[in-house]
């Protein structure tokens, strides 16, 4: 899923989970500011399709692949396509920004999650983090960047999210050291932590029970609930030129959420 432009020297951005959501809204917010893209997706291969169509009719160039991010087993092959890609697509041995936003949710009380449960938060959110982007970094432009995505979770706490917002917690403290260490390649790493957000994430109960809506905006000191644009236009941001110096930083953006 890809199309042909001449050569340009456009930042490449990889996007994991961008066929919905915040990542689709953060793809798309990087093409407006000039990106190429290249999306994952797990199933929603007609959604990745129509992300891509939306990007190329900005004027970037445009991909979709598949990862299951809950199995590290594929990462390799996951970077093997890659590289092919980035050779077929832009005729480059690298790219530039990371954003690791493909995710999934779990509510269930402490007392009722179940290992399962919670191996599956563990799968998805943290080792993935971790190892997938392990496996990148020969792919990494040096001087490129990273954001993390986590919760607003990880610093307030609602029942139901334990498992969760456990894992988000890993990932924040996960990179700072990343962070640190990758400091010598001048790779930034950041976390963009989102409040509740108007998307299908966790079934769609942010925007569809209003009661459950109303309650957040009530908390909230902008007085309503996040939408994707505001997500992803904060990831977008951190990405462009003249934002390097910032690097091993939590940002929420939750409108001051329980501020």
């Excluded at 809204?25 to 990087?30: D, R």
């Amino acid at each position: 899923m890809s199309t042909t432009h001449p050569i340009t020297t456009a930042p490449i951005a990889l996007v994991t989970g961008g066929s919905r959501g915040l990542g689709r809204n953060t793809a798309l917010q990087l093409a407006e500011r000039g990106s190429d893209i290249i999306i994952t997706y797990q199933r929603a291969e007609a959604e990745a399709r129509a992300v891509v169509a939306q990007a190329e009719q900005l004027g970037r160039r445009a991909v979709a692949l598949a990862l299951d991010v809950s199995d590290s087993a594929g990462f390799d092959a996951f970077v093997r396509r890659l590289r092919a890609t980035l050779d077929r697509v832009w005729q480059r041995e690298r790219f530039d920004h990371l954003v690791n936003n493909a995710g999934s949710g779990a509510h269930a009380s402490f007392a009722e999650t179940t290992e399962a449960q919670f191996d599956d938060m563990v799968r998805v959110h943290l080792k993935a983090t971790f190892f997938l982007t392990q496996k990148l970094l020969p792919l990494i432009s040096d001087g490129g960047r990273i954001v993390n995505v986590s919760s607003g979770l990880a610093r307030f706490s609602l029942p139901g999210y334990a498992a969760y917002a456990a894992m988000k917690g890993g990932v924040e403290v996960l990179s700072r050291y990343m962070a640190r260490e990758l400091g010598p390649r001048r790779i930034t790493v950041n976390v963009v932590a989102p409040g509740a957000v108007e998307t299908d994430f966790g079934g769609g109960a942010v925007r569809d029970n209003a009661q459950l809506n109303a309650m957040i905006a009530g908390q909230t000191a902008l007085g309503r609930v996040g939408l994707p644009d505001d997500i992803g236009g904060a990831i977008a941001l951190l990405l462009q030129p003249g934002n390097g110096w910032i690097n091993a930083q939590r940002i929420e953006v939750s409108g001051g959420i329980f501020a």
